[in-house]
């Protein structure tokens, strides 16, 4: 008999990820009892099932509404019949019908005392039970403050015990209620500690079933679950379909004793809030005074919730969050996260502190190839472009096209760009250019560009950053040359020294220098991954020719190696230098 409702709940996601079955687990059904000798609880009905009623009957079940319940919520899942949430789970089964009771009106009279319930729910703490079950109930009083059964349930809750109560059934011919009745209205009481849920029904159509109490004013602690047309266990080794809340309850007292197999060290009312918060409340479901929290959601629940951490750094217990440690790759450290094995066995914890694989996805980074240069190149020449010389002054413009208005109601200085500018200044064998924008002019022109560098044409050997401001000093003797250049820019800066000679029809040169990082390290995020700034301090040094090469060509080659020192977290180290070379 395939049951809609496990499919519904998602019962297989808890099974798959979190590999729980319920074994070890004991729910307390107080009811009217269970078929001992049903074959899908053959094993697994505790020892301590009883009759609180002092009526000697046993706990075993003539009405067969307690067998039904614990099917749904513990079946085995045998490939015979049904199976329940939490299949391997042990039922406490606590008759506390009225002796003689069921057996009257063709059995639909079942009637429960307040001191039968009270005992029930005692014997259910005393019997080590996780989860109590209550698929019964009746009006409200305003002595329910008073009744044994509320004492009763503050004393579970207080243990450490997690209350399911049904929201009640419609009389039929009459409306479903605003909310449930009693004791579902204990989750009002101070005594209930979070530890308390009403379960409202679900039918097969996927909407509100119209026997359903609606949630009113219990919405806070109010979740629904399938309780419409159920295939369940019966007495007499048995099975029926079931309508009601009753059988509604049995589908969150499951997936409660699940969570607390899968997560031990989660306090009872965190599981309880984890069910709550993930619940489905979109759509039709979101008036609270009718749905409440919503359909339970086993996937969601069984999956992070909150604010997620990674623990890092071993014994010193650093904790990332997950949002940081998943920026996607970029500059020069690429996916070094996921192909260095370095996140291998890091544990999540999410907001409650429970604990997942962490076992990320690995980013599909690809390098821009030449398409970066290409459309900066592209850029560029689609700029406006003015020089105006004077002697030995000369000043250079560029002004970028109109950048396009995607988002008519941002303010004007989100599309406003700066020209780029420079200045350049010749007396004798000196020359002082500065500028901002285009591009510092690198020691031997001609000879390529900065492979190392990010950004193609900020003219900064090694600068992973794209600097905007520069300036440069050249001086010329004979056949040599030195100069010196600086760049600066809100993430970083440059600094440089270079020496050139002239060979006839060819010329090389050196350069040496140093840049700095002051919110990156290579041109991506590294410590910034663990919850710290970035910044790196970069030495360069690099090697130029340019030469003719006879029959009207001419060539340029350029070698360039850079180490870094990278700021990284105090637990976390380098085991070999931090370096890179490039050539052209």
């Not at 199976?83 to 063709?106: K, N, Q, W, Y």
Request: proline share 4%.
């Amino acid at each position: 008999m395939r049951s809609w409702g496990l499919n519904y709940v998602d019962a297989l996601s808890a099974y798959h990820f979190s590999k729980v079955t319920g074994r070890d687990m004991i729910a307390a059904v107080i009811d009217t009892g269970i078929d001992m000798s049903h074959p899908e609880f053959k094993g697994r009905v505790s020892a301590s099932s009883v009759d609180v009623t002092g009526a000697g009957r046993g706990p075993g079940d003539v009405d067969g509404h307690g067998t039904a319940v614990a099917g749904i919520l513990a079946a085995a899942r045998d490939d015979i019949g049904i199976h329940g949430v939490a299949f391997d789970s042990t039922v406490l089964a606590i008759r506390v019908d009225m002796p003689g009771s069921c057996e009257a009106d063709g059995g639909s009279a079942c009637t429960f005392t307040d001191s039968h319930l009270a005992a029930g729910i005692d014997h259910a703490r005393q019997s080590g039970a996780r989860v109590i079950n209550l698929s019964l109930g009746g009006d409200r009083s305003p002595n329910d403050g008073l009744s044994e059964t509320f004492a009763a349930l503050r004393r579970a809750t207080q243990a450490g015990l997690l209350i399911v109560i049904a929201a009640g059934n419609a009389e039929e011919g009459r409306p479903a209620g605003a909310s449930s009745g009693f004791p579902g209205n204990f989750v009002l009481d101070p005594g209930s500690l979070g530890r308390v849920v009403v379960v409202g029904s679900i039918s097969d159509d996927h909407e509100l079933s119209d026997f359903s109490n609606r949630a009113g004013d219990l919405k806070d602690f109010y979740l629904l679950a399938p309780g419409g047309n159920i295939p369940t266990t019966y007495v007499d080794g048995g099975y029926v379909r079931v309508w009601g809340t009753s059988f509604a309850a049995p589908f969150v007292s499951g997936a409660l004793l699940l969570m607390l197999q899968a997560f031990p060290h989660l306090a009872p009312e965190d599981a309880l809030e984890i069910l709550l918060v993930t619940a489905l409340n979109y759509g039709p479901w979101s008036d609270a005074e009718i749905y409440g929290r919503g359909a339970i959601a086993m996937n969601a629940a069984f999956q992070p919730v909150g604010a997620s951490s990674v623990a890092m750094g071993g014994a010193t217990g650093q904790s990332v969050s997950v949002g940081a440690l998943a920026i996607p790759p970029s500059g020069a450290s690429g996916d070094w996260l996921w192909e260095s094995g370095f996140i291998d066995g890091a544990v999540l914890r999410d907001g409650y502190d429970r604990a997942f694989r962490f076992d990320p996805a690995p980013s599909d980074v690809r390098g821009d190839g030449g398409l970066g240069a290409l459309e900066t190149a592209a850029r560029a020449g689609l700029a406006r472009q003015s020089a105006t010389h004077a002697g030995p002054a000369s000043v250079h413009m560029r002004v970028t096209p109109e950048r396009t208005r995607a988002l008519r109601n941002m303010p004007e200085e989100v599309y406003q760009d700066r020209p780029d500018v420079s200045f350049r200044f010749t007396h004798g064998a000196a020359t002082i250019e500065a500028g901002r924008g285009f591009a510092a002019p690198g020691p031997l022109p001609g000879a390529g560009v900065a492979v190392l560098s990010e950004t193609r044409f900020s003219g900064a050997v090694a600068n992973l950053t794209g600097s905007r401001d520069w300036a440069t000093v050249r001086y010329r003797f004979g056949d040599a040359a030195v100069s010196f250049r600086t760049a600066e820019s809100d993430l970083g800066g440059v600094s440089a020294a270079a020496a050139s000679w002239d060979f006839g029809r060819h010329q090389i040169a050196l350069e040496v220098g140093e840049g700095r990082e002051d919110f990156a390290a290579l041109g991506g995020r590294i410590a910034g991954r663990f919850g710290m700034d970035d910044q790196s301090r970069n030495s360069f040094a690099a090697a130029l020719w340019s030469g003719e090469l006879g029959l009207g060509w001419r060539g340029a080659a350029r070698f360039e190696q850079a180490r870094a020192d990278i700021a990284l977290p105090a637990w976390m180290g380098v085991e070999d230098q931090v370096a890179a070379t490039a050539w052209s």
